[in-house]
T-cell receptor
Framework: KNEVEQSPQNLTAQEGEFITINCSYS?????LHWLQQHPGGGIVSLFM???GKKKHGRLIATINIQEKHSSLHITASHPRDSAVYIC??????????FGAGTRLTVKP | DTGVSQNPRHKITKRGQNVTFRCDPI?????LYWYRQTLGQGPEFLTY????????KSRLLSDRFSAERPKGSFSTLEIQRTEQGDSAMYLC????????????FGQGTRLTVV
């Protein structure tokens, strides 16, 4: 069992839809990353957060430390948002573990 | 600084051959991580370094795998006697090493064992 669980595994949306990707983890962490991976493998860090909420453009990330849960939201989705979104947790010793990723496809 | 650099970007090798990958982290980043990613899966932890010290190794890192970071700067990952199951994307990331800091990823090295 992966200690970082993401859902859904695959998500298809129509352009303009509001999208939510969820991440749950099993033990206490110091921070959580949301990452974006495009075909070809390059990974970009979208957010790093340890509490509350962060917003960047159409992307919003929230985390609930007590519930051990985080969500990534995309408002007004666009085909260029199509990618794999990965949740990664950072433990207190700076060790990092990843979820399996959510493959998002946004259709025009 | 151009970010985390990995070389080569692609490697095709015959089964049984040895391969070595290199990762150049962002300057002055103390932490360096190696991950392996197979198709459709999230990255799996292999090992990480704090400066030149290798602090943890995954059980995925069999005896055929070895990683070094001799001077606390660049790192190499060597796979000996490659097997077809080693085919994957090998990702490197670095971070300053302090609490609550962001990790930066390289583009990865895609290994194909034929």
């Amino acid at each position: 069992k992966n200690e970082v669980e993401q859902s859904p595994q695959n998500l298809t949306a129509q352009e303009g839809e509001f999208i939510t990707i969820n991440c749950s983890y099993s033990v206490g962490i110091s921070a959580l990353h949301w990452l974006q991976q495009h075909p070809g493998g390059g990974i970009v860090s979208l957010f790093m957060l340890s509490s509350g909420k962060k917003k960047h453009g159409r992307l919003i990330a929230t985390i609930n430390i007590q519930e051990k849960h985080s969500s990534l939201h995309i408002t007004a989705s666009h085909p260029r948002d199509s990618a794999v979104y990965i949740c990664a947790v950072l433990y207190n010793n700076n060790d990092m573990r990843f979820g399996a990723g959510t493959r998002l496809t946004v259709k025009p | 600084d151009t970010g985390v650099s990995q070389n080569p970007r692609h490697k095709i090798t015959k089964r049984g051959q040895n391969v070595t990958f290199r990762c150049d982290p962002i300057s002055e980043h103390n932490r360096l991580y190696w991950y392996r990613q197979t198709l459709g899966q999230g990255p799996e932890f292999l090992t990480y370094f704090q400066n030149e010290a290798q602090l943890e190794k995954s059980r995925l890192l069999s005896d055929r795998f070895s990683a070094e970071r001799p001077k606390g700067s660049f790192s190499t990952l060597e796979i000996q006697r490659t097997e077809q199951g080693d085919s994957a994307m090998y990702l490197c990331a670095s971070s300053p090493g302090q609490l609550n800091t962001e990790a930066f990823f390289g583009q990865g090295t895609r290994l194909t064992v034929v």
